[in-house]
């Protein structure tokens, strides 16, 4: 069973950074192979939301509301993405999840149990 690990949360000021990292173990297998690695974030009172994946051939997708902002990485020897965040507004605090969702049904999908990031002066 694949289990992912996040770390890195905290508070922040406004205009600062972080940098996040979800470390993925379990798997027999490359997770990269079979995962598309992603984060996600949840606001108070709001729904998840996906901020930034990586695709099956390793490219990375983000979504409108961090481009130019947030920044998707990985350590393929370590099974680690991480999530580099700048210019950190206080709309971005969030309970922030790792994701590995199967490119097959055969496997399971994952979540991390999340890091809180709290923007705040």
């Known amino acids: 069973q694949v289990r992912l690990v996040e770390s890195g949360g905290g508070l922040v000021q406004p205009g600062g950074s972080l940098r996040l990292s979800c470390a993925a173990s379990?798997?027999?297998?490359?997770?990269?192979?079979?995962?598309?690695m992603g984060w996600y974030r949840q606001a108070p009172g709001k729904e998840r939301e996906l901020l930034a994946s990586?695709?099956?051939?390793?490219?990375?997708d983000y979504e409108d509301i961090v481009k130019g902002r947030f920044f998707i990485s990985r350590d393929n020897a370590k099974n680690t993405i991480y999530l580099q965040m700048n210019s950190l507004k206080p709309e971005d605090t969030a309970v922030y999840y790792c994701?590995?969702?199967?490119?097959?049904?055969?496997?399971?999908?994952?979540w991390g149990q999340g890091t809180l990031v709290t923007v705040s002066a």
């Open positions: 379990g798997s027999s297998r490359s997770i990269w192979s079979i995962y598309s």
């Open positions: 994701n590995a969702d199967p490119f097959s049904p055969a496997y399971p999908e994952v």
């Open positions: 990586f695709t099956s051939d390793g490219s990375v």
